[in-house]
Nanobody, 125 residues
Framework: VQLQAFGGGLVQAGGSLRLSCAAS?????????LGWFRQAPGKERGFVAC????????AYADSVKGRFTISRDNAKNTVYLQMNSLKPEDTAVYYC??????????????????WGQGTLVTVSS
């Protein structure tokens, strides 16, 4: 099983980026929960957003609600994170993650079975 995240880069405050995470090695639809997390320098990895792979229900961290949107495309085996109105405090390495068994819209790092390698997002002021 492999998750590969890409789409990070350098953007000015107020700008937008779309992260993608492609899955291989297993039928994408077998994942029940897909998520994005981020880790800034010197900080722990924290929850950003997650989505149910069955009904598309979502959950967001308060800090990104209204600015970020998570979505998935089962035909392309890909989960996305659209990030708008970016702020310098959004600077971090962003990781995608996936879980097989359904436990609800979990925000816990420990709930996820598989992780991508991370993609760096830098927002300049």
């Amino acid at each position: 099983v492999q998750l590969q995240a890409f789409g990070g880069g350098l953007v000015q405050a107020g700008g937008s980026l779309r992260l993608s995470c492609a899955a291989s090695g297993r039928t994408f639809s077998r994942y029940t929960l897909l998520g994005w997390f981020r880790q800034a320098p010197g900080k722990e990895r924290g929850f950003v957003a997650c989505i149910s792979n069955s009904d598309g229900s979502t959950a967001y961290a308060d800090s990104v609600k209204g600015r970020f949107t998570i979505s998935r495309d089962n035909a392309k085996n890909t989960v996305y994170l659209q990030m708008n109105s970016l702020k310098p405090e959004d600077t971090a390495v962003y990781y995608c993650a996936a879980r097989l068994g359904w436990i609800g819209l979990s925000r816990a790092v420990s709930s996820y079975d598989y992780w991508g390698q991370g993609t760096l997002v830098t927002v300049s002021s």
